[in-house]
């Protein structure tokens, strides 16, 4: 079985500063992870993934995220933060042994909160 | 039209009517998922279609029925839902196999479905 978790229901950063998002996962393979942000009465977005090569990856609107497999980890991270950051960010996984269609495994989600 | 689209964007029904949901997506991809969104909840994987076969059902009550008459069009079918069904309907596709696979699942808007 895979899970994903998000420790955090909320963020509160102020504008300018950095910020972190947590998410720590569990995969019996490889694993796949990915990160989505949802804004209000929207889908999900995608913002990037990790599925092999450096552990620094990089993705919209100037996220990263680094992948550190000996603390199972995918922590969301940008330099400086911005109001429109705000929104539900999701962290997700999927096992790199799986079939043709995906079967992504999402955590609870945390909400970010980004003031002046 | 880009990316995924469905239709209605809102939907109120009442426990005896009978409804059903669309999506549609322009990616050419070959992978296609119904997701249910609820308050408080992690996001729930219902159903998978890999080349419009079904491949996985999550264990999801029979008054749901999907249907994926080929690899760009899926629908769900609704009938006597219960108010707890009242939640945030997402669909989403991915492109799995191929030159083009690329793993991330692109979500559409959702459809916000209250049952009264």
């Known amino acids: 079985a895979q899970s994903v978790a998000q420790p955090e229901d909320q963020v509160n950063v102020a504008e300018g500063n950095p910020l972190t998002v947590k998410c720590t996962y569990s995969?019996?393979?490889?694993?796949?992870l990915f990160w989505y942000v949802q804004y209000p009465n929207r889908g999900l977005q995608f913002l990037l993934k990790y599925i092999t090569g450096d552990n620094l990856v990089k993705g919209s609107y100037g996220f990263e995220a680094e992948f550190n497999k000996s603390q199972t980890s995918f922590h969301l991270k940008k330099p400086s933060a911005l109001v429109s950051d705000s929104a539900l960010y999701f962290c997700a996984v999927r096992d790199a042994n799986t079939g043709t269609a995906s079967k992504l495994t999402f955590g609870t989600g945390t909400r970010l909160q980004v003031t002046l | 039209e880009t990316g995924v689209t469905q239709t209605p964007r809102h939907l109120v029904m009442g426990m005896t009517n009978k409804k059903s949901l669309k999506c549609e997506q322009h990616l050419g991809h070959n992978a296609m998922y119904w997701y249910k969104q609820s308050a408080k909840k992690p996001l729930e994987l219902m159903f998978v279609?890999?080349?419009?076969?079904?491949?996985e059902n999550n264990s999801v009550p029979s008054r749901f029925s999907p249907e994926c008459p080929n690899s760009s069009h899926l629908f769900l079918h609704l009938h006597t839902l219960q108010p707890e069904d009242s939640a945030l309907y997402l669909c989403a596709s991915s492109q799995e196999v191929g030159e083009g696979r690329a793993y991330e699942q692109y979500f559409g808007p959702g459809t916000r479905l209250t049952v009264t």
């Open positions: 279609y890999n080349f419009k076969e079904q491949t």
């Open positions: 995969v019996s393979g490889n694993p796949y």
